[in-house]
């Protein structure tokens, strides 16, 4: 056996606790407890490791308990300094190696002060989108540029129509990136201008928020650009570019704009019971990277989501966390008019409703199909 | 019915090709299969979409049948452009809103060169890597710093030790990051004065190989202070920093230095039908991404891969890809000597074994377990 000499040893007694799922009998679930705790620490042989370290560093199980059958939840406590107080490091704690174990879910995380002041979180959040586009209390309204393909010019028309339709938030379809179709700099120039010469015509204050979503060394471009045209927001599918490159972005106080976050390849994590929860992941982990507004497919649509996976992220959108701001859940994915009355019966007014391809439905009129679809919110 | 004027459309007929395997009866299947097409590209309702843009920009459909009992397999072109030439919006056609469709899974693909030119791939691969440490044939030993909590001054003496008994690769875990245990820029000077040391006493190559994850904002720092101590390689976990940090890091003529991938956070992507095949994410999408060496759990260890899954990882890790370079796979997690001549059956000789907490358990002269794991594999 190999003997360290462990002396000074930083370690605060600060910790930070997360709740796993853990499926099998009473039996395995704690053993998998106990193995997240040095997995995502030590990662070292329970028999090898040094007693000083086990107490310290590694993990502690803080409670353990059968939630349902074949189900068991266990509270587990890091030391704050295992996550170095960086937030690519921090959801390696949570959740790194153990990614490859089956039947772990992560469930939900909660910070302690000494952990949270590292991250800023969302810069406008619920209350802030509402001021920037002056809306005190209705749900917002989101709609989607595309199908792909079409020129930047057609987008103009489109984005024109639907914030002449009152449309709240114009963005980029996720997967408009730079193509030959409608390359970024000529999009976000012309729908920028789009949307303002409708807000002229309106007194309405829609914004466009640009799908920013691209390789590392272009993102600083492209947001400049969009800051330059006048873009209000931006989209950012941050399993593409990294969380910490949407923190980054959130925290920048030239940029200064509300972040839409937007689910594209993160569906493995939540389609398991070995994974994330919806609550963590399009809740709390999306909060952390300062995004103001979480996109995520909705029941009801043409995803697989439950309405009790959806209202977790509700609660993961609004459980408090210490100064990070409460965000909005922006559920879409196949909605249409139809589905608005039940939407509002269980997200209240504190949604924004991202209905895409289905404003093209109600008739051969989109700027009126906008106001159909602004109407009925208005009136709910 | 909205009408579009589309008029000149820049798709070349260039494509580059996607096999999905999908769970369901045959028309399920064939459903899916139909729905993947456009859900990646024009994201649109099919009865609303444009003629036009189904012809050119929507997927396609090359050809689909049974694989297995409940499992159908079918490849889907797309147009290159649809990528924009650009790593995250690539990966975003591969995956990403589909990831939210139970039974699709992302089996491999085909690029043509108009997609590859955009990428360089590996800088080293296994012939550069294998100049680099000027080892022609025989498989390379790795092993790791740990358990975090260690101080550097502690990480310095088991650096000493693991290069002084002929380990060949001596990297950081991916979990010591920037910890008030062991600070980035401590612990890289001096592990790598460590393994200088031994190298110059045994006249051996081994290199130190920091892990560079972090924050987008830290990451060059921490690379030119690798560089400035001599590390000979980077370790990076590509799903926490964005995949296309990564390829970053491969494509700077400065940096210039054999890269590692690790796997943390990607578990759900594998665990499941749902997601992608390990031969695509632990080969062919680390190699797009630039990494010399892609690290996964290896079968028989404390993970629940196959062998099966493995020899994927082998497969894609080395299927010819134009000009984009072979890389070594490099198995672990929970590796023991006992392992090795099982695996060298299994990998033969173009293969990393990684082998962390167990060096520590042959005797307690951890160099003379270095040397015993060194002469194994001199044996083989």
Chains 1, 2 share one sequence.
Request: proline share 6%; aromatic share 10%; with cysteine.
């Amino acid at each position: 056996m190999i003997k360290y000499n462990i002396s000074d040893f930083p370690v605060s007694g600060e910790c930070f606790s997360v709740t796993y799922s853990l499926s099998g009998d009473e039996k395995e679930a704690l053993l998998k407890a106990e193995d997240i705790c040095l997995e995502q620490t030590v990662e070292f042989p329970p028999d090898l490791l040094p007693e000083k370290l086990r107490n310290t560093v590694a993990g502690k199980i803080k409670s353990f308990e059968k939630s349902a059958e074949g189900i068991f939840k266990t509270l587990i406590e890091f030391p704050v300094e295992t996550s170095a107080f960086e937030f690519t490091q921090f959801l390696n704690v949570l959740f790194g190696n153990i990614s490859f174990k089956p039947g772990i879910q992560l469930e939900s995380f909660e910070l302690p002060e000494g952990l949270l002041k590292f991250f800023r979180g969302p810069r406008f959040g619920i209350e802030g989108l509402r001021k920037v586009l002056s809306i005190p209390k209705r749900p917002l309204l989101c709609t989607t540029l595309k199908p792909m393909g079409l020129s930047s010019k057609n987008l103009y028309g489109l984005a024109y129509q639907f914030a002449l339709g009152g449309i709240d938030i114009i963005k980029d379809d996720h997967g408009l990136t730079n193509q030959p179709f409608s390359p970024f700099e000529e999009r976000v120039k012309l729908c920028s201008k789009a949307v303002a010469k409708a807000n002229k015509e309106t007194g309405l204050k829609s914004i466009y928020v640009p799908n920013i979503t691209s390789p590392l060394r272009e993102i600083e471009k492209r947001v400049n650009l969009a800051k330059e045209a006048g873009a209000g927001g931006l989209l950012i599918s941050p399993s593409l570019t990294g969380f910490d490159t949407m923190k980054n972005l959130a925290e920048d106080d030239f940029i200064s704009l509300p972040l839409l976050s937007h689910p594209a390849f993160q569906g493995s994590f939540v389609l398991s019971r070995s994974g994330i929860s919806h609550y963590a992941l399009f809740g709390q982990i999306v909060r952390l990277a300062g995004a103001d507004v979480t996109i995520y497919p909705n029941f009801g649509g043409r995803f697989s989501s439950s309405r009790e996976e959806c209202k977790n992220i509700i609660l993961g959108c609004s459980v408090p966390m210490g100064h990070i701001k409460n965000i909005f859940p922006c559920p879409g994915g196949g909605m249409t008019f139809e589905n608005i009355p039940d939407m509002f019966k269980f997200y209240g007014t504190d949604v924004i409703y991202l209905v895409g391809g289905g404003l093209f439905r109600h008739s051969d009129n989109l700027t009126e199909n906008c106001r159909y679809f602004r109407n009925m919110v208005d009136n709910v």
